[in-house]
């Protein structure tokens, strides 16, 4: 069964601060990478993706990508209270167009 | 990345009776997919909708009870048949585009259904 981590937080963190948020994949030959933010009551929305390891920075966004290990993190740099949201990390299924989504992890920016 | 539409965006139904959620887009594109998100969970890819052949259903959803049609490029519904208290989520359809290295998925705003 290929399976996708997250901590399901919440991640409470102060406007301001970096938030980090992990999420682990069981399976190797995983090539796709995809961050997605759902705020209560909307559908998901892309913020992120990457494929190689290292990091992709995208404005307050960076993914970070260790292959070797398995992870995927994506930190957000000087939170907002609007970035309080449930993030999702999603995996390509081997070289199929398929995603198989972790179960999200809430954050929650004080003001 | 293409403008993805649903109706109804949401609906109360009464057990037993079939509800079609209909999922438009402003462009051609080669893969669609539904996918279930039960409350509190996350995404769950109900199946592949094929133009011009039947979808491919996932491990847990077979053709009776979740009926899809996928006459073109920018067309696709998805039939939930003989509703229980337990088919109550939301269904999205989400779009696959390609962006060089692999197709990235785009999602509707999704269809909230209520079954009593």
């Known amino acids: 069964q290929k399976e996708v981590e997250q901590n399901s937080g919440p991640l409470s963190v102060p406007e301001g601060a970096i938030a980090s948020l992990n999420c682990t994949y069981s399976d190797r030959v995983s090539q796709s990478f995809f961050w997605y933010r759902q705020y209560s009551g909307k559908s998901p929305e892309l913020i992120m993706s990457?494929?190689?390891?290292g990091d992709k920075e995208d404005g307050r966004f960076t993914a970070q990508l260790n292959k070797a290990s398995q992870y995927v993190s994506l930190l957000i740099r000087d939170s907002q209270p609007s970035d309080s949201a449930t993030y999702l990390c999603a995996v390509n299924e081997d070289s199929s167009y398929k995603l198989i989504f972790g179960s999200g992890t809430r954050l929650l920016v004080r003001p | 990345s293409a403008v993805i539409s649903q109706k109804p965006s949401r609906d109360i139904c009464q057990r037993g009776t079939s509800l079609t959620i209909q999922c438009q887009v402003d462009s051609q594109v080669t893969m669609m997919f539904w996918y279930r998100q039960q409350p509190g969970q996350s995404l769950t890819l109900i199946a592949t909708a094929n133009q011009g052949s039947e979808a491919t259903y996932e491990s847990g959803f077979v053709i009776d009870k979740f009926p899809i049609s996928r006459p073109n490029l920018t067309f696709s519904t998805l039939t939930v048949s003989n509703m229980s208290p337990e088919d109550s989520s939301i269904y999205l359809c989400s779009v696959g585009e390609d962006r060089g290295v692999t197709d990235t998925q785009y999602f509707g705003p999704g269809t909230r259904l209520t079954v009593l």
């Open positions: 990457i494929y190689s390891n």
